[in-house]
């Protein structure tokens, strides 16, 4: 990732948001909310690369050799959940930024989570703003959660 941050505003917004630039794991089962935060990220300067669920992440992680600036997944998916697939991320050497969404995150989740070292949770849906903003390597962690 550059070192540099530039910034701009979303329209009818006068705070500055980090523009970054990176890969991105994003991990979500339900497709239309998958292609929003494509679209959302992109719009932020992220590669983003796609899975439907942990398994399918953990193929296109080792289809990328790990080579990720960051990671976000949903927490309630089919196959493998977002804690599952944390679990393996930090067991395969990934030490890269992870954010945790859901709708229902419960403060036992969070506490899992924490102790793998996530660096943020947030509900969703999320200012994308906000999102891109958590998703660089010059934020600090965030914890928005029960």
Do not use: W
Not at 78 to 88: A, I, Q, S, Y
Not at 102 to 121: I, P
């Amino acid at each position: 990732m550059p070192s540099e941050i530039s910034y701009g505003k979303e329209s009818g917004d006068e705070t500055p948001v980090p523009l970054s630039h990176g890969r991105i794991l994003c991990v979500e089962n339900d497709p239309a909310m998958l292609r929003a935060l494509t679209l959302g990220l992109e719009a932020y300067h992220f590669e983003v690369v796609t899975a439907a669920h942990g398994g399918d992440a953990l193929d296109r992680f080792h289809s990328y050799a790990g080579k990720f600036d960051a990671v976000l997944t949903d927490n309630n998916m089919p196959e493998m959940n977002g804690l599952k697939l944390v679990k393996f991320l930090r067991a395969l050497g990934f030490n890269g930024r992870i954010l945790i969404m859901s709708g229902r995150l419960t403060a036992s989740d969070c506490r899992e989570y924490e102790n793998l070292g996530v660096s943020g949770f947030f509900q969703k849906p999320c200012e994308m703003s906000l999102l891109a903003g958590l998703l660089s390597t010059s934020a600090p962690s965030f914890r928005s959660a029960p």
